[in-house]
């Protein structure tokens, strides 16, 4: 059964920063691309990053250059180190791992959903 949880969420001002951790079990890790999304209230989920098994990255254009996703695969985690932090990054992040990366994009269907973490950035 795999399972994704994250971590790493919490309260920072505009500018701050904060690194989430995905940490998976239950499946090849290595093996596996690994995408990471978030959900404003009201809003859809949508992919902010994600990383290929070969590490291969693809991001939104609304954080390339302030995000940077990695992957441990020692330690079955993926990590989002997020700067420059602004209030229009709040929503609830969630991971998905074991989707498709394919083309330079990735694709959640398939793969399987942590239970989110929420991040919350104040002006």
């Known amino acids: 059964q795999v399972q994704l949880v994250e971590s790493g969420g919490g309260l920072v001002q505009a500018g701050g920063s904060l690194r989430l951790s995905c940490q998976a079990s239950?499946?090849?890790?290595?093996?596996?691309?690994i995408g990471w999304y978030r959900q404003a209230p009201g809003k859809q989920r949508d992919m902010v990053a994600a990383?290929?098994?070969?590490?291969?990255?693809t991001y939104a254009d609304s954080v390339k250059g302030r995000f940077t996703i990695s992957r441990d695969n020692a330690k079955n985690t993926v990590y989002l180190q997020m700067n420059s932090l602004s209030p229009e990054d709040t929503a609830v992040y969630y991971c998905?791992?074991?989707?498709?990366?394919?083309?330079?994009?990735?694709?959640?269907?398939?793969?399987?959903w942590g239970q989110g973490t929420q991040v919350t950035v104040s002006s």
């Open positions: 998905n791992g074991g989707g498709t990366y394919w083309g330079g994009r990735y694709y959640s269907s398939g793969g399987s």
């Open positions: 239950g499946m090849r890790f290595r093996d596996n691309a």
């Open positions: 990383i290929s098994s070969r590490g291969t990255t």
